[in-house]
């Protein structure tokens, strides 16, 4: 587990190829939105020069990235981050790049692998830290079947898995309909064979190691059919990197078998959502900042400066940490939903908690408000910026801690006793970045964020917006 090529070591890259009968290298990239584009070389075609120099594509063809005018752009692999693809037929090694910007001779600014990097070299250039720590625990629901409709006249989905309660009168034939099903908010650590996932997390789990992942465990989570698979926390880079590992062999291991995953925030209506709990620590010199013996949940004032960074730029880092209008239908009231921005010692109810038992090399904080429709590098690296700030400015007022139990005030008492939020609705996150982004400078310019509002306003507010619901039939049809 970990590396199996060191980095900048292009001779060790081509002795790994070697030593595993290459015959494919895979060379993939992450847009805006988080998502992995490739593209195939032969093990043969590839020179030491290319690995150095780049290897040319169109960035016109990414959306929202280049104009065709300006189109040409170099893929920059980081060879240290190779590993052999366990789902191709042909022996494949895939290589995460960074997108070259040949005009402006830098990193290309709209990379968010590049980003992510740019927050490292802020961080350490601001005398705060010289290392990131992330640890990421992305949830996800495995289905069946998935139909959707998306027409003038027509607008439905339609996802089945066996361990609905829906599913209680199916037909099944002769093997008939067994009964075990986790049922609403039932699914947190049942058995076999209410748990109907065990072999198949199994498998999930056992490929991820052999892409590099150490993974730690894996459960059923609370909502029917929903799991989560832990894995050893990193360097931001990395966290990120492994995030895209991740939901790949959580999709593939599942096309293989015949279902589907999603890691899709709220994909079903009166049960938990997916997050993407994030937990975060800053060191330096081998030291954790976040720790000081006999405070709060040993909680040091650089960690509550941080997270107060994270509170205080809160509709800007929910653009990027939960960037899709299903991201806010998981943070509603009555599913567990993390949108209560205080923090709390093993609680939670709260947006940030600190984990129980957490000595000197373990304290962290845990934001449990993200979710995987984030691209991991722009999500991180916010993340981090945001808390820059606080502890740049000597940290700004956090509400707490508290121990008790958040989703049982109503909402006039998280209003009275002056308890902030996390935006409605992702309108409302991308008006706030709108106001609040000169924090975001290190990493991103004015035009960027610009970009990227109209770009999300474009692609998900506006034409959610414009699409009526079978509720909103129900609701006022007949008025």
């Not at 567990?336 to 962290?364: H, M």
């Not at 991103?444 to 964020?449: A, L």
Request: proline share 5%; glycine share 8%.
């Amino acid at each position: 587990m970990g590396k199996f090529v060191e980095e900048n070591d292009v001779a060790g890259f081509f002795k790994f190829c070697e030593e595993n009968e290459v015959e494919f290298v895979d060379f993939r990239f992450t847009d805006v939105k988080g998502a992995w584009h490739h593209i195939s070389y032969r093990m043969s075609a590839v020179s030491e020069e290319q690995l150095e120099g780049g290897l040319p594509f169109d960035g016109s063809s990414i959306e929202n990235w280049q104009p065709i005018n300006e189109s040409d752009m170099l893929l920059k692999p980081d060879v240290g981050s190779a590993f052999l693809d366990p789902f191709t037929a042909d022996s494949t090694v895939v290589v995460i790049c960074d997108v070259y910007d040949i005009y402006k001779n830098e990193l290309y600014a709209k990379c968010p692998r590049s980003i992510a990097k740019k927050a490292l070299k802020a961080l350490e250039e601001a005398g705060v830290a010289d290392a990131a720590y992330f640890g990421p625990e992305n949830e996800f629901f495995i289905f069946d079947d998935v139909k959707i409709v998306d027409k003038d006249n027509h607008q439905s989905f339609k996802v089945e898995t066996d361990e609905g309660h829906w599913a209680d009168d199916a037909d099944y034939g002769e093997m008939g309909n067994m009964g075990h099903r986790p049922r609403i908010k039932g699914g947190y650590f049942p058995t076999m064979p209410t748990d109907s996932a065990v072999d198949l997390r199994a498998e999930i789990m056992q490929v991820l190691e052999d892409v590099g992942l150490e993974v730690v465990l894996g459960h059923h989570e609370v909502a029917q059919g929903q799991h989560e698979i832990g894995i050893v926390f990193s360097d931001i880079i990395t966290a990120a990197d492994n995030v895209q590992k991740y939901k790949y062999v959580v999709k593939m291991v599942a096309h293989l078998n015949g279902k589907t995953a999603t890691f899709m925030p709220k994909p079903i209506y009166n049960d938990n959502g997916n997050g993407m709990h994030v937990h975060q620590s800053l060191w330096k010199d081998g030291v954790n900042l976040f720790y000081e013996e006999g405070a709060y949940a040993n909680l040091s004032k650089t960690a509550l400066d941080y997270l107060s960074g994270i509170f205080r730029h809160k509709e800007a880092v929910a653009s990027f940490t939960n960037p899709s209008t299903n991201s806010f239908k998981r943070l509603l009231p009555g599913f567990e939903a993390p949108r209560i921005l205080t923090y709390s010692s093993q609680n939670r109810s709260a947006a940030c908690r600190i984990p129980y038992g957490a000595g000197e090399k373990a304290t962290r904080i845990e934001t449990r408000f993200p979710d995987s429709t984030s691209c991991p590098y722009l999500a991180f690296a916010v993340l981090m910026i945001a808390g820059l700030d606080g502890i740049k400015n000597g940290g700004y007022d956090l509400v707490g801690p508290f121990n008790e139990d958040l989703f049982e005030l109503s909402r006039d008492e998280i209003a009275e006793r002056g308890i902030p939020e996390l935006p409605n609705s992702f309108r409302d996150a991308l008006e706030g970045l709108e106001k609040d982004h000169d924090f975001l400078a290190p990493i991103m310019s004015p035009e960027y964020v610009k970009e990227y509002v109209d770009y999300m306003f474009d692609r998900h507010v506006i034409p959610v917006e414009g699409r009526p619901t079978a509720y909103e039939y129900i609701s006022t049809y007949s008025c």
